[in-house]
Nanobody, 127 residues
């Protein structure tokens, strides 16, 4: 059983930055996919960034490209999402997800890739 715990959310002013963390237990992450998703009020959950193929593959949604950076610390079993130049449209609950099996594909922004989800962390961008 894999457990994921997100942290780092909060209230930030427009133009500000946050770093989200997602720590896994009960799984070896090295060769699987990890994704960050977000769900804003009244909107469908959106895949915004992901890692796969032992981090050789990184993907970003157009809505966050150039502002968000995904990274992983294998020793800590933790994935990070560095978020810069935040704006009101980034307000959402952010979730991390992982696959319970190895994944070498490049298409890792879809929910169908993932088996396990964290509980989510709220990010609010407001002045």
């Amino acid at each position: 059983q894999v457990q994921l715990v997100e942290s780092g959310g909060g209230l930030v002013q427009p133009g500000g930055a946050l770093r989200l963390s997602c720590t896994a237990s009960g799984s070896t992450w090295d060769y699987t996919a990890i994704g960050w998703f977000r769900e804003a009020p009244g909107k469908e959950r959106e895949g915004i960034s992901c890692l796969s193929d032992y981090d050789a593959n990184r993907r970003y949604a157009d809505s966050v490209k150039g502002r968000f950076t995904i990274s992983r610390d294998h020793a800590k079993n933790t994935v990070y999402l560095e978020m810069n130049s935040l704006n009101a449209a980034d307000t959402a609950v952010y979730y991390c997800a992982t696959r319970g099996r190895q994944y070498y594909g490049s298409a890792c922004l879809g929910e169908e890739v993932y088996d396990y989800w964290g509980q989510g962390t709220q990010v609010t961008v407001s002045s």
